[in-house]
């Protein structure tokens, strides 16, 4: 599966932006897609991920109650809304595609490019 991930720009703090991955190749639907982040310096932090088919859905406790990953409306797409943004939301975002909600990338088999999230006044 190739995956796509869009939607960053630069916002201010307590804004909001989403994001989104874009599959073809195969179907979502018996894949787990997770959002990682990668900010400058740090190592590449897990903060969502959900099981299309069942809808269930996992979080980051550092993300918790701000974002919500969803199904798009497009097909074969899923959303991560990004709200009550904070300067410390500010990393490259990456989507990703595996049999489960894994919580470390190695286990991650595709990847999209990865989108520019900036926080900042």
């Known amino acids: 599966v190739q995956l796509q991930a869009s939607g960053g720009g630069l916002v201010q703090p307590g804004g909001s932006l989403r994001l989104s991955c874009a599959a073809s190749?195969?179907?979502?639907?018996?894949?787990?897609v997770g959002w990682f982040r990668q900010a400058p310096g740090k190592e590449r932090e897990a903060i969502s991920c959900?099981?299309?088919?069942?809808?269930?859905?996992r979080y980051a406790d550092s993300v918790r109650g701000r974002f919500t990953i969803s199904r798009g409306y497009a097909k074969n797409t899923i959303n991560l809304q990004m709200n009550s943004l904070k300067p410390e939301d500010t990393a490259v975002y990456y989507c990703?595609?595996?049999?489960?909600?894994?919580?470390?990338?190695?286990?991650?088999?595709?990847w999209g490019q990865g989108t520019l999230v900036t926080v900042s006044s």
């Open positions: 990703a595609a595996a049999g489960a909600c894994y919580h470390h990338d190695y286990l991650y088999t595709s």
């Open positions: 959900i099981f299309p088919r069942l809808n269930t859905t």
């Open positions: 190749g195969l179907s979502l639907d018996n894949l787990n």
